[in-house]
């Protein structure tokens, strides 16, 4: 399985979600790829989800990956709540 954490630069943040996704994941057991980067360079990355933010979820609209929406980057809670929601029963 295929994450990409995206924010709108792709260095600090998303590299911050991309550390709280795998801890979550790995916590729970799934095994994933996960990476981060920016909205332009995730729309053309194939993957299986992408976690964003509301208002960049908008640039990835279309995109064939199931997109998951966190607002707070460094709540874990909200992580894994999305994560249970979409991956973990998916």
Known sequence: MKVLS???LGQGTSLIL???VE???S???I???????DVSSASS??????ITSNELAEGLEG???????VNNYFDMDEI???????IAKA
């Open 6 to 8: 995206v924010c709108g």
């Open 23 to 25: 801890q979550a994941l």
């Open 27 to 29: 916590e729970k057991g």
């Open 63 to 69: 995109h064939s990956a199931k997109l998951i929406i």
């Open 45 to 50: 990355m194939s993957a299986d989800y992408i």
């Open 80 to 86: 894994n709540q999305a994560i249970d929601e979409h």
């Open 18 to 20: 991309k550390m709280n």
């Open 31 to 37: 095994r994933a790829d996960v990476e981060h980067m």
